[in-house]
């Protein structure tokens, strides 16, 4: 199969962006194409988020107008999506009544959402214990009901040994897990901007 010319443009163009943006933090002659780069590379992001938003309300306005099972969550979807515009673009995302959608509404849901987690770590838990017994499912279970017992609360009863053995898993391992996690992404950001660099990945073209 024969490759379209017009790839080879593409490849060019990525590959000299993508150097121009790397030699400028080493040389400050070029940080200045450099910052403009990136300017550009937000105005673009922006404005792919505003398609993204854009697609997202078209698909689910289609849904709404089938016969579909869940047309009313896609119909709630699109009149939060109308209200919070109207709110937030003529008095901006810090206004009063902004604030109040966000403490009243975006807070209460994401602490839902959070107790829903809690429940589904407890099931989990509880499928771990019956179907896959180990010395590691014993240290995993028995750390979250030592952290559990840290931020419980029990009226007449002190567990400050509980929170200070909670304050040291937050500031020690849970710490030392999200470094590596972003250690982990960094080296795999790195690894494909290369290979975005060298030509060998075209996200843009085939």
Same mark, same amino acid.
């Given at each position: 199969?024969?490759?379209?010319?017009?790839?080879?443009?593409?490849?060019?163009?990525?590959?000299?962006? #993508?150097?121009?943006?790397?030699? !400028?933090?080493?040389?400050?002659?070029?940080?200045?194409?450099? %910052?403009?780069?990136? *300017?550009?590379?937000?105005?673009?992001?922006?404005?792919?988020?505003?398609? #993204?938003?854009?697609?997202?309300?078209?698909?689910?306005?289609?849904?709404?107008?089938? @016969?579909?099972? *869940?047309?009313?969550?896609?119909?709630?979807?699109?009149?939060?999506?109308?209200?919070?515009?109207?709110?937030?673009?003529?008095?901006?995302?810090?206004?009063?009544?902004?604030?109040?959608?966000?403490?009243?509404?975006?807070?209460?849901?994401?602490?839902?959402?959070? #107790?829903?987690?809690?429940?589904?770590?407890?099931?989990?838990?509880?499928?771990?214990?019956?179907?896959?017994?180990?010395?590691?499912?014993?240290?995993?279970?028995?750390?979250?009901?030592?952290?559990?017992?840290?931020?419980?609360?029990?009226?007449?009863?002190?567990?400050?040994?509980?929170? *200070?053995?909670? @304050?040291?898993?937050?500031?020690?391992?849970?710490?030392?897990?999200?470094?590596?996690?972003?250690? #982990?992404?960094?080296? %795999?950001?790195?690894?494909?901007?290369?290979?975005?660099?060298?030509?060998? @990945?075209?996200?843009? !073209?085939?």
């Amino acid at each position: 199969m024969k490759s379209n010319p017009f790839v080879y443009l593409l490849v060019a163009i990525a590959i000299a962006s #993508g150097a121009t943006v790397l030699v !400028g933090y080493f040389f400050p002659s070029l940080a200045e194409i450099k %910052g403009e780069m990136l *300017d550009w590379a937000v105005i673009f992001t922006a404005v792919l988020l505003l398609i #993204g938003v854009v697609s997202l309300v078209r698909t689910h306005w289609r849904k709404t107008m089938q @016969d579909h099972n *869940d047309r009313v969550y896609s119909l709630v979807l699109i009149i939060s999506f109308i209200l919070t515009l109207l709110v937030t673009v003529p008095s901006g995302p810090t206004s009063k009544w902004s604030m109040w959608l966000y403490n009243n509404l975006i807070i209460p849901i994401e602490s839902s959402l959070l #107790g829903i987690l809690a429940v589904f770590l407890i099931y989990a838990c509880a499928r771990l214990f019956n179907q896959r017994m180990s010395i590691y499912t014993l240290v995993f279970i028995g750390t979250v009901l030592l952290a559990m017992l840290g931020w419980v609360t029990i009226p007449g009863v002190e567990l400050e040994g509980f929170k *200070d053995f909670r @304050d040291w898993l937050l500031s020690v391992w849970a710490v030392a897990g999200v470094r590596g996690i972003l250690l #982990g992404v960094g080296l %795999g950001t790195v690894a494909t901007g290369l290979r975005v660099l060298i030509g060998a @990945d075209r996200p843009y !073209g085939s």
